[in-house]
């Protein structure tokens, strides 16, 4: 059964993807096999990629976190969506200051906002906040 | 309010009587529009086909990319924000920095 045709991705999910020591790399395999068998596709913006490429810098060196970008931005399974000012706007209002006693981090917020703009439901992340925001986890 | 840009291409496919069965049973059993079950269709071919960068060509790139690094938290995942945005170790001083410094010395 075809659970989610469009789900978007978070930094987290892609963290545990990179790195086996992580308590959900297994899990996050199976999710990111099952979902590419499935014919899905993640959306997310260039602020995750952004994260992502910070952690990678910081621990594998620029060569390695480059490659690894580059093949996320030539794989036609990722939709990567400009961060723009307009979307990081949305994500402010709708997310940051809706929910002030949360400590939702931009990136998410602008996620969030996306999701709700294309009407996506599922986001591929080990990340509570996600729930918090009203949003279901792949698993 | 902010636009996500969405490009679109309509592309027209006939199917036979057969064909077009096994569309119209895919997206009821799916419950999705028959043009998102043809695309989803068209990915998973793309997947399957051998030498090609077809979706999730970047999974073998990204899995284990941190297995090298040294000292990676296994909660690293769930943690990302506290780990990326906490203290971190300073920067080697750029040249212009080194050069003053000596300057004044």
Redesign the interface.
Known sequence: ??AA?TAAID??????????????HRT??DV?RRF??????WIATTLVLG?LH???L???GPA?AR??VE??L?????VW??A?V??V??AMDRWITRFADQRF?LTDAVTF??MR??NVRAAFA??RDFTTAGYVLLD | ?????KVREPVQVYLDDRDRALLDAAAA??A?PRA?VL??????L??ELPGT???????P?????????DG???????R??D??YAA?PAKPKSVRERRNRRARK
Do not use: C, N, W
Request: zero cysteines; hydrophobic letters at 50%; a positive charge.
């Open positions: 059964m075809i045709a930094t987290s999910a892609l963290l545990a993807l990179a790195s086996s020591r992580d308590q959900y996050a395999v990111a590419r068998t499935r014919g899905g596709r994260e910070g952690h990678l910081k621990r594998i390695g490659r690894v093949a996320l030539a794989d036609p399974i990722f969506h400009d723009s307009e979307l706007r949305g981090s906002e996306l703009m294309m080990f990340d | 309010m902010a636009k996500v840009r059993r799916t999705l998102e695309r989803i269709a068209l990915r998973r793309a997947a960068r077809g979706p999730g060509a970047a999974l790139a990204l899995i284990g990319a941190l297995d090298a690094a990676v938290p296994t909660d690293l995942a769930a990302h924000d780990y990326l971190a």
